[in-house]
């Protein structure tokens, strides 16, 4: 079931936290923050845009067991296409079916 959440997608419990980040892994400083405030660790190594790397929450961040990397934004243009949304999300919607998630 998705859901849409007001407020820190940090704050509820869940499956999988997506996080945008650009081809470079770069991200936005207001992410980085929210990152390490929530003692997640963050070094993405994804170059290829609309894709998506997921790995196990480590750190003290329990809100979530996997955190997915998408590569949204194109770091050298800084803009997104909606073919490199449509990507990743069906990306999420085939890890969430393989790990048995609910949609």
Known sequence: ?????C??????KCDVIIIPCNNE???TL????????????????????GDIIFE????????????GFAASVDARMRKSKVEY???ICEEIKLYCKLNSFSL
């Not at 196990?56 to 955190?67: C, D, K, L, Q, V």
């Open 1 to 5: 079931m998705y859901e849409l959440v």
């Open 7 to 12: 407020g820190s997608i940090f704050d509820k």
């Open 25 to 27: 892994g770069g991200i």
């Open 30 to 49: 207001e992410m980085r923050k929210n990152l390490i405030i929530n003692d997640i660790w963050n070094n993405p190594k994804i170059n290829i845009l």
């Open 56 to 67: 196990e929450s480590r750190g003290g961040f329990t809100n979530a067991a996997m955190i």
């Open 85 to 87: 949304i449509k990507n």
